[in-house]
């Protein structure tokens, strides 16, 4: 099975502080993605890469930037954090030779910067 | 961009009732996927079902099926034989697929489904 996981689960900051979120997969999928979940605006895309090195802006890349150095491994980074950046983050990946378009999401990381 | 429309933003339905949930999107696009997702409440995100735009046949997984209406644009999803475990955000979302990989999907706002016992 696909796995997707997320440095935590739950995390708190104050504004300024420069955030890491990671998220790691062990297919080797050549796509990964960052996304921000808020109530009533569903999923909106960050950032992505589909290649090491390589990345691309989402819808709402503000705020944000993003470091794949190694190709199971895709962070999130909040240069410093402030109170519209809380809210919950995926991670997805997908790839492979099989149902490469499917997306596998990690669990999530909620956020709150206070 | 392409935009993905969910009304409906909560549903309630009996156990072993039958809910459908609607879905539009708004594309020039002759081929491209579709895909239901689901997020039980605390629980991570998994694929329901998904549909290439260029088969006719609507896709069925279990209890899940769709309603894929290509000329309306039009991919509603129903959920036969409700379970509890059946209660949960479900996402619409659409992607074309590029042959460079980076698929890139966009999501409906979501619906909310509580099933009852």
């Known amino acids: 099975d696909v796995k997707v996981t997320q440095s935590s689960r739950y995390l708190v900051k104050r504004t300024g502080e420069k955030v890491f979120l990671e998220c790691v997969q062990d297919m080797d999928h050549e796509n990964m993605f960052w996304y921000r979940q808020d109530p009533g605006l569903g999923l909106r895309l960050i950032y992505f890469?589909?290649?090491?090195?390589?990345?691309e802006k989402g819808d709402i890349p503000e705020g944000y930037s993003v470091s794949r150095e190694k190709k199971e491994r895709f962070s999130l980074i909040l240069e410093s954090a402030s109170t519209n950046q809380t809210s919950m983050y995926l991670c997805?990946?997908?790839?492979?030779?099989?149902?490469?378009?499917?997306?596998?999401f990690g669990p999530g990381t909620r956020l709150t910067v206070t | 961009a392409q935009t993905v429309t969910q009304s409906q933003p909560e549903m309630s339905v009996q156990e072993a009732e039958t809910v459908t949930l609607s879905c539009t999107y708004d594309?020039?696009?002759?081929?491209?996927?579709l895909f239901w997702y689901k997020q039980p409440p605390s629980r991570q995100m998994i694929l329901v079902i998904r549909q290439e735009a260029y088969k006719q046949q609507n896709a069925t997984e279990n209890r899940f099926s769709v309603n894929f209406q290509k000329a309306a644009k039009s991919f509603s999803l129903k959920i036969s034989d409700s379970q509890l475990g059946d209660t949960a955000m479900y996402f619409c979302?659409?992607?074309?697929?590029?042959?460079?990989?980076?698929?890139?999907?966009?999501f409906g706002k979501g619906n909310q489904v509580v099933v009852i016992p």
């Open positions: 979302a659409f992607m074309k697929p590029l042959f460079s990989g980076n698929n890139r999907l966009a």
């Open positions: 890469s589909y290649d090491v090195k390589m990345k």
């Open positions: 997805a990946s997908s790839g492979g030779r099989r149902n490469s378009y499917e997306q596998y």
């Open positions: 594309t020039s696009e002759s081929n491209y996927y």
